[in-house]
């Protein structure tokens, strides 16, 4: 917005394009929360969240794994701080600050944490969902096109120190506002989806149709990267 301009910044994000990319991220965002929810408390109908995602039962099975991962995780690490302890998944936490502070957070900063995980010590996990859709023409990290299209290098890098300070906030926000004694993973969850196109009036546009859904458990630079002083230990990504 500071370097296009608010009216600018507005023009492009009435795009139709764009408005398929955010009603598809909130509806993605929304299948993982169900999907937690369903394998984490029983909530819910597999059936019925399949179908409000308008996801193909391949792309589905995708998130459903990864949703199951996550959880398995959060026992593991469980176990390794308490096996008679428990933990407690929460889903889009809604975080607030209202005293802030200097050089961290505004006064007044609200955000939302999409997997928070509590362990029995009091300290927690964050993930963010990011759902990621790059051009061939627009990036060097992507060789190929459309369904073929894949993934070489870290596909967000041009993006870290924005996700890097919003994971910095939210860790802060939850250690001086929420009583956590320690963050120990906050992480973005990169998952990779190609539209599917059509032709109209000479031109080829983009359709709310996924032709292509990808997570960490497809390609090494997707799935989670640590953020806010926490490193892959892989040489080749750090």
């Not at 802030?100 to 964050?126: P, R």
């Not at 759902?131 to 299209?149: D, E, M």
Request: glycine share 8%; hydrophobic share 30%; no cysteine.
């Amino acid at each position: 917005v500071k370097k296009q301009g608010l009216d600018k910044a507005k023009e492009i994000g009435a795009l139709p394009e764009n408005i398929i990319k955010r009603q598809t991220g909130t509806r993605l965002h929304n299948t993982m929360e169900d999907l937690v929810n369903l394998i984490y408390r029983g909530q819910g109908s597999e059936a019925d969240i399949q179908k409000r995602s308008k996801l193909t039962p391949a792309q589905f099975g995708k998130l459903k794994r990864e949703a199951s991962r996550l959880i398995n995780e959060a026992r593991k690490t469980q176990d390794s701080i308490d096996t008679e302890g428990k933990f407690t998944i929460l889903t889009e936490q809604k975080l607030h600050d209202p005293d802030g502070k200097k050089g961290v957070v505004s006064e007044g900063t609200v955000g939302t944490v999409d997997l928070m995980v509590v362990y029995s010590d009091n300290t927690a996990d964050i993930y963010d969902y990011k759902f990621i859709s790059p051009r061939a023409n627009q990036s060097t990290s992507t060789i190929g096109f459309g369904k073929n299209l894949k993934i070489i290098a870290n596909p967000v890098g041009y993006k870290m120190d924005q996700y890097r300070s919003q994971m910095v906030s939210y860790k802060d926000i939850l250690q001086r506002q929420y009583g956590i004694k320690n963050v120990r993973k906050s992480r973005m969850n990169i998952i990779h989806i190609q539209y599917a196109t059509e032709k109209k009036e000479g031109q080829y546009r983009m359709t709310d149709s996924i032709i292509k859904l990808e997570t960490g458990a497809d390609n090494k630079f997707l799935g989670e990267m640590p953020v806010a002083d926490e490193m892959f230990g892989d040489a080749g990504i750090d």
